[in-house]
């Protein structure tokens, strides 16, 4: 199989007709071989438009919403971003080479010890192990935040966390109805919040479900 070949049919059939057309996430997408992100026996699969299982019941998100989110974040070389959910490594090699610094959390410290090989050449990401379905408390603020996982709602303390002109992307809903929002934080008390588009994606283990009303 030329995977290659792959990875270019990934980034024209799939990613660039969903209207990323940004040439630095294009590049970047055609720079980072995704099959050294899966599993042996997944190889064949790793270009392809599919969610590829990776543990846990955890996935890889659809190559083209990587590249939609990706684009909305826009993310700069002197920028710090903070991803929840490392799960394959993927997105973090990305957002590594976008970026200043990563810091990136999972909750399961087996997927992260797996991902930590596949990301060793890289020297600017801190690897942490823990639920950040409410917050990640570690008294930091970021420019760009990322949750590779849905949530019913975005915690507060998340919005508290960006800088000012900080980004935040996150998928919001419930299995039927999904929407990603980009959320830009643009003075001490206001954040302005932009729908990209509709989607399904595995919610964030741990996120908090959405209240149903009750008479």
């Not at 969610?51 to 846990?56: A, N």
């Not at 970026?99 to 690897?127: C, H, M, S, W």
Request: aromatic content about 8%.
């Amino acid at each position: 199989m030329n995977l290659d070949q792959a990875r270019f049919n990934m980034v024209e059939q799939q990613i660039r007709p969903w209207d990323v057309l940004d040439p630095k996430v294009l590049d970047l997408l055609m720079d980072t071989p995704r099959h050294e992100f899966v599993t042996e026996s997944q190889v064949a699969l790793a270009y392809s438009d599919i969610e590829l299982p990776i543990g846990h019941n955890q996935t890889m998100l659809h190559p083209r919403i990587e590249g939609k989110l990706l684009q909305a974040l826009d993310v700069q070389g002197d920028e710090a971003v903070l991803e929840i959910g490392t799960g394959s490594g993927y997105m973090t090699a990305l957002l590594a080479k976008l970026a200043d610094k990563v810091t990136t959390v999972e909750i399961y410290p087996e997927l992260q010890e797996i991902a930590k090989t596949r990301l060793e050449g890289y020297d600017n990401i801190t690897f942490q192990v823990g639920d950040a379905s409410q917050n990640w408390n570690d008294g930091a603020q970021y420019d760009i935040i990322i949750f590779t996982g849905a949530m019913a709602t975005l915690p507060q303390a998340y919005k508290e966390k960006l800088t000012l002109g900080g980004r935040l992307v996150v998928t919001l809903g419930d299995a039927k109805v999904m929407t990603a929002q980009l959320v830009t934080r643009i003075s001490e008390g206001e954040w302005e919040t932009e729908s990209l588009f509709e989607t399904v994606m595995p919610t964030l283990v741990n996120a908090t479900k959405v209240s149903e009303f009750q008479f």
